[in-house]
Structure formats: C-alpha cells, structure tokens
Nanobody, 115 residues
C-alpha cells in the first residue's frame, strides 16, 4: 500500500509563506492524481490543489495565484508552495493520492496563519 507522509506545516503570520511536502512510500506508476485538501473544524474537507501524472494542475479559486503545486518524481514527493497566506488558509492540510478507485490519505499537517 502507498503511504503518504506530510511535513512543512506550522505557524506563520499573514502575508508569509510555507511549503508543504508529501512523500509517497514508493514510486508510483500509471495515471494518478495527487493533491492537497484542507479541513477546519465543523467544515467539510475541501480541495486546495491537485496535480496529475501528466502534470495537469487544478486549484481552488481561493488559492489561485498564491499557491503552487509541483512534484519531484525522483523523490516521489509532491509539494505545495503557499504564498501570501491569510488567516482563512488556516486548517489541517491532507495529502491525497488517487489512482482509479484506490485512494490514500496522509495523516495531515496543521497550518495556522495569524493575523
């Protein structure tokens, strides 16, 4: 089974930046999508950004122009560069892997943006 390990969360002031990393436990082949979702208490988990095996990307409207998703195939790692953070970006960020009907989630990493 693919295991996902996230890192890079933390506390940052509004306007600051963070980079999240998600390392997969093995090399992944085939047509897949990896992405980042975030969740705050009382709300559903929401999509932040995704990247496919063909390098197509998709972003939530709220993060377009501020966040960038990328990957390093040699390291089996996906990154989320988050710039110009604001308090509304606060939440637990989860890495997601999807290939066909197979879905895996990471354990989540907390991002807190202070005003």
């Amino acid at each position: 089974q693919v295991q996902l390990v996230e890192s890079g969360g933390g506390l940052v002031q509004a306007g600051g930046s963070l980079r999240l990393s998600c390392a997969a436990s093995q090399t992944i082949y085939g047509l897949y999508t990896m992405g980042w979702y975030r969740q705050v208490p009382g709300k559903q988990r929401e999509l932040v950004a995704t990247i496919t095996s063909g390098s197509s990307t998709n972003y939530a409207d709220s993060v377009k122009g501020r966040f960038t998703i990328s990957r390093d195939n040699a390291k089996n790692t996906v990154y989320l560069q988050m710039n110009t953070l604001n308090p509304e970006d606060t939440g637990v960020y989860y890495c997601n892997f999807r290939i066909g009907s197979y879905v895996r989630w990471g354990q989540g990493t907390q991002v807190t943006v202070s005003s």
